[in-house]
């Protein structure tokens, strides 16, 4: 059962406009959401986080937004920049259990 | 190192031998996790060990996966008579663990596993 999902599995934007990333989950125990990003060849590396308590945070050009009714979060990336081109996984946890999305592979164009 | 490393990082495996995937975490991190990644989905879970305890194995998906971390530092995945459908990337990911749900998991690179 997929808990966590990212129903785009890509995303092309250009260079200096919003990125959006968009994630859906289906268990309300999950406690703390987060976003990796991943290059080729490389493991994925944490980007920002946000805890249930909050409906937002920001970090730099990295804004997360949670939507708790709705199961919902999403990655805002402005101004978007050729480099943030990877795949995103949104991810969920619960104490130690964590589930990831399938990944968004986003593409920023110069 | 200052990361995660994890080796070999490609092995190519012929249905039914069997392999062992090293992860060597951050110095000093309680916590260590597996996870098995499949073309185009997004890893998902198979053990976690907090030192040497294995405190969750639930998501190793047969009896042919094993997981190890004797002295509580670097861990060994191994699997035994592989299958075609076990070709997939394992990430090793470690955390320094301080109770607190926002203990940040470090990745390695991974190991890619072809299975032929």
């Known amino acids: 059962d997929q808990q966590v999902k990212q129903n785009s599995p890509s995303l092309s934007v250009q260079e200096g406009r919003i990125s959006i990333l968009n994630c859906d989950y289906t268990n309300s125990m999950f406690d703390y959401f987060l976003w990796y990003k991943k290059y080729p060849a490389e493991g994925p590396t944490f980007l920002i986080s946000?805890?249930?308590?909050?409906d937002k945070n920001e970090d730099g050009r990295f804004t997360v937004f949670l939507n708790k009714s709705a199961k919902h979060l999403s990655l805002h990336i402005v101004p978007s920049q050729p480099g943030d081109s990877a795949v995103y996984f949104c991810a969920a946890r619960n104490n130690n259990d964590m589930r990831f999305g399938a990944g968004t592979r986003l593409t920023v164009k110069p | 190192g200052a990361g995660v490393s994890q080796s070999p990082r490609y092995k190519v495996a012929k249905r039914g031998q069997d392999v062992a995937l090293r992860c060597d975490p951050i110095?000093?991190?309680?916590?260590l996790f597996w996870y098995q990644q499949a073309l185009g989905q997004g890893p998902e879970f198979l053990t976690y060990?907090?030192?040497?305890?294995?405190?969750?194995k639930s998501g190793l998906p047969s009896d042919r996966f094993f997981a190890e971390r004797p002295e509580g530092s670097v861990s060994t995945l191994k699997i035994q008579r592989t299958q075609q459908e076990d070709s997939a990337v394992y990430l090793c990911?470690?955390?320094?663990?301080?109770?607190?749900?926002?203990?940040?998991?470090?990745f390695g690179p991974g190991t890619r596993l072809t299975v032929t």
């Open positions: 946000i805890s249930s308590i909050k």
């Open positions: 990911a470690s955390s320094s663990y301080s109770g607190g749900m926002t203990d940040e998991q470090y």
């Open positions: 110095s000093g991190h309680v916590s």
């Open positions: 060990f907090q030192n040497e305890a294995q405190l969750d």
